[in-house]
């Protein structure tokens, strides 16, 4: 069965430090993969997204994600964390079918140290 | 920067009323979804619809039934709440159904049922 797995429920980084939030997915297909960021009191809002090609792909916000295939994973990244960058950030799979639907993990909720 | 509005944000209401949560997306798109959202779990579609008059169930059972008369409206009704329901609810829209095409969130409703 299709999955998501984001083993970090929550993650406290400082302000300037690098980031990097896992997520590892199970579909025996090639996987869509995508990154949301959910503010407080706010819906989701696309970060980034892998179909095919290069494999570190770049979003908004200056992150980006690595696509590895060989471990089922799809790790977000971000050099330098900003205060504005707490929130709550879920990965998802995309699966072809009767109505292409996302599945999405449990989500990782980040907070920033000044 | 959201075109996809819910109301209310918040709702507390009382066993076996009536409630509809109101969905409405000004982006002409025709496919919208209601998905459910639990603190620390995976985001769950409950409903989606490809377009007027168009509604069909999701992956995760609800008890929530769902119109679409008007491209841009996608209300959920609940018949009689209970406080299993106590979740919050999110909307989302997109332009086509593939997975080229981002999902729009609304800010969502959180809903307690006393």
């Known amino acids: 069965a299709q999955s998501v797995t984001q083993p970090d429920i929550h993650i406290t980084v400082s302000e300037g430090a690098s980031l990097e939030l896992r997520c590892n997915y199970s579909?025996?297909?090639?996987?869509?993969l995508f990154w949301y960021v959910q503010s407080p009191g706010q819906g989701l809002q696309l970060l980034l997204k892998y179909f095919s090609g290069d494999t570190l792909v770049q979003g908004i916000k200056g992150f980006e994600a690595e696509f590895k295939r060989s471990q089922s994973s799809f790790n977000l990244r971000k050099p330098s964390v900003h205060w504005s960058d707490a929130a709550e950030y879920f990965c998802?799979?995309?699966?072809?079918?009767?109505?292409?639907?996302?599945?999405f993990g449990a989500g990782t909720r980040l907070a920033v140290h000044p | 920067e959201a075109d996809i509005y819910q109301t209310p944000r918040y709702l507390v209401i009382g066993t076996g009323k009536k409630i509809t949560l109101e969905c409405s997306q000004t982006?002409?798109?025709?496919?919208m979804y209601w998905y459910q959202q639990d603190p620390g779990m995976e985001l769950h579609l409950i409903h989606y619809s490809y377009g007027v008059n168009s509604t069909e169930k999701g992956d995760l059972s609800s008890e929530s039934t769902v119109s679409r008369i008007r491209t841009e409206h996608f209300p959920l009704t609940l018949e009689s709440a209970r406080p299993s329901h106590t979740s919050q609810y999110l909307c989302?829209?997109?332009?086509?159904?593939?997975?080229?095409?981002?999902?729009?969130f609304g800010n969502g409703t959180r809903l307690t049922v006393t």
């Open positions: 579909y025996g297909a090639t996987p869509y």
């Open positions: 998802a799979v995309g699966v072809s079918g009767g109505y292409n639907k996302l599945i």
């Open positions: 982006m002409g798109h025709d496919k």
């Open positions: 989302a829209s997109s332009e086509q159904g593939g997975f080229n095409s981002p999902l729009h």
